[in-house]
């Protein structure tokens, strides 16, 4: 699909585009973008092999795309894109990059340098990282996202009423407690193998671009590896670009990309609105593909039903809003505990959606 920019050539949308990232943002029109979410190398710099007490081996980052001779050559690499990225904006862009303590503070001080303006970092903590193995340091149990605009002035978007929502009617911060890929969302190779070292969740990008963007916007990927942020962004109505020199990656994305289903248009608005053993937002289903956006859930008294929306709100007859209000509204009473009035049918069979909100407890307790 193809999409004309005023007076400027047509851009290549949902399409992945092989090559350099430096060169193939610069061969796009400036002025045509609304976001780019940008996960690039982090220069991990891994001397020799790393194991596991047991001696088994650990299958960390040691790919050649994420080696660097020094620090100003990453620097250079570092400038050179975000220079590119930076024209490609609209004036009202933004851009968010994901980094670890590696690279995040290099990366951070060359935003500042090539003129974007930082909004917020936000500390993604992984509910289930992977352990120190030599136990001569802390956990690396974080990422850190820095989010910035175009410049000073650019009118980013940011749904605030929609986070609100997505956290259960309250403000979301900038920390977010998400698991790291695993189980079916981990992609496989033709050898069964990982496909990608440093795959994303696909609810680290729900969050950004539910947060950051509206449907329709044009999101690109200057980084795309298995295509986590073309996905998302399919799902979410949104318009993507991803580029990616690897062929394997892009193999693999187009695969995964092919089978997702944009969700509808209903379901793709979102608005805003609240409840603790420890506190699970209804949202975080949503994030995590436990329940999808379009899906119907039932009052357990089989009278009502309503749909999800992207951002963990629902959707009935005549009301919209948390599980709690819109199981209020069509009961006609004062409150409602939507944990326990609703359900959603799996294999023919009729669930409680608080059997997923235990679930997500029992990982928090492991």
Same mark, same amino acid.
């Given at each position: 699909?193809?999409?004309?920019?005023?007076?400027?050539?047509?851009?290549?949308?949902?399409?992945?585009?092989?090559?350099?990232?430096?060169?193939?943002?610069?061969?796009?029109?400036?002025?045509?973008?609304?976001?780019?979410?940008?996960?690039?190398?982090?220069?991990?710099?891994?001397?020799?092999?790393?194991?596991?007490?047991?001696?088994?081996?650990?299958?960390?980052?040691?790919?050649?795309?994420?080696?660097?001779?020094?620090?100003?050559?990453?620097?250079?690499?570092?400038?050179?894109?975000?220079?590119?990225?930076?024209?490609?904006?609209?004036?009202?862009?933004?851009?968010?990059?994901?980094?670890?303590?590696?690279?995040?503070?290099?990366?951070?001080?060359?935003?500042?340098?090539?003129?974007?303006?930082?909004?917020?970092?936000?500390?993604?903590?992984?509910?289930?990282?992977?352990?120190?193995?030599?136990?001569?340091?802390?956990?690396?149990?974080?990422?850190?996202?820095?989010? &910035?605009? =175009?410049?000073? #002035?650019?009118?980013?978007? $940011?749904?605030? *009423? !929609? %986070?609100?929502?997505?956290?259960?009617?309250?403000?979301?911060?900038?920390?977010?407690?998400?698991?790291?890929?695993?189980?079916?969302?981990?992609?496989?190779?033709?050898?069964?193998?990982?496909?990608?070292?440093?795959?994303?969740?696909?609810?680290?990008?729900?969050?950004?671009?539910?947060?950051?963007?509206?449907?329709?916007?044009?999101?690109?990927?200057?980084?795309?590896?298995?295509?986590?942020?073309?996905?998302?962004?399919?799902?979410?109505?949104?318009?993507?670009?991803?580029?990616?020199?690897?062929?394997?990656?892009?193999?693999? &994305?187009? =695969?995964?990309? #092919?089978?997702?289903?944009? $969700?509808?248009? *209903? !379901? %793709?608005?979102?608005?805003?609105?609240?409840?603790?053993?420890?506190?699970?937002?209804?949202?975080?289903?949503?994030?995590?593909?436990?329940?999808?956006?379009?899906?119907?859930?039932?009052?357990?008294?089989?009278?009502?039903?309503?749909?999800?929306?992207?951002?963990?709100?629902?959707?009935?007859?005549?009301?919209?809003?948390?599980?709690?209000?819109?199981?209020?509204?069509?009961?006609?009473?004062?409150?409602?505990?939507?944990?326990?009035?609703?359900?959603?049918?799996?294999?023919?069979?009729?669930?409680?959606?608080?059997?997923?909100?235990?679930?997500?407890?029992?990982?928090?307790?492991?």
């Amino acid at each position: 699909m193809t999409k004309h920019v005023k007076g400027a050539e047509a851009l290549p949308l949902n399409q992945i585009l092989a090559g350099d990232c430096i060169d193939v943002m610069n061969s796009l029109p400036a002025g045509s973008v609304d976001l780019i979410f940008a996960d690039p190398p982090y220069n991990l710099q891994l001397k020799g092999e790393l194991h596991r007490p047991d001696n088994s081996k650990v299958d960390a980052v040691d790919d050649h795309w994420d080696q660097f001779n020094s620090f100003r050559a990453y620097d250079e690499f570092t400038t050179a894109w975000l220079k590119a990225a930076r024209r490609l904006l609209k004036p009202n862009g933004a851009i968010w990059v994901i980094g670890s303590y590696h690279n995040i503070f290099r990366v951070g001080a060359a935003l500042q340098n090539e003129g974007f303006w930082i909004l917020n970092d936000v500390v993604w903590r992984k509910s289930n990282p992977m352990p120190n193995f030599r136990g001569k340091r802390f956990t690396n149990a974080h990422e850190t996202m820095i989010w &910035a605009g =175009k410049d000073e #002035a650019s009118k980013y978007t $940011f749904n605030y *009423e !929609a %986070l609100k929502a997505l956290n259960e009617g309250i403000q979301m911060r900038s920390d977010w407690v998400l698991p790291i890929c695993t189980g079916h969302e981990r992609l496989k190779d033709d050898q069964g193998d990982k496909a990608h070292p440093t795959q994303k969740p696909e609810s680290l990008l729900h969050r950004v671009l539910v947060g950051s963007t509206n449907p329709g916007d044009v999101i690109l990927d200057p980084f795309f590896g298995t295509g986590t942020t073309g996905a998302v962004a399919k799902m979410l109505g949104r318009e993507f670009i991803g580029i990616e020199r690897e062929a394997a990656y892009r193999k693999v &994305a187009e =695969k995964r990309i #092919a089978a997702v289903r944009k $969700f509808d248009k *209903e !379901a %793709l608005t979102v608005s805003a609105s609240k409840r603790a053993e420890p506190r699970v937002p209804f949202g975080q289903l949503v994030e995590r593909g436990m329940l999808r956006p379009g899906e119907e859930l039932y009052s357990m008294n089989k009278r009502h039903k309503a749909k999800v929306r992207a951002d963990g709100t629902l959707i009935g007859d005549d009301i919209k809003g948390s599980i709690h209000q819109v199981g209020a509204h069509l009961e006609g009473a004062p409150s409602c505990n939507g944990w326990t009035y609703w359900c959603f049918k799996r294999d023919g069979q009729t669930v409680p959606i608080d059997v997923l909100r235990q679930q997500i407890r029992s990982e928090m307790h492991d």
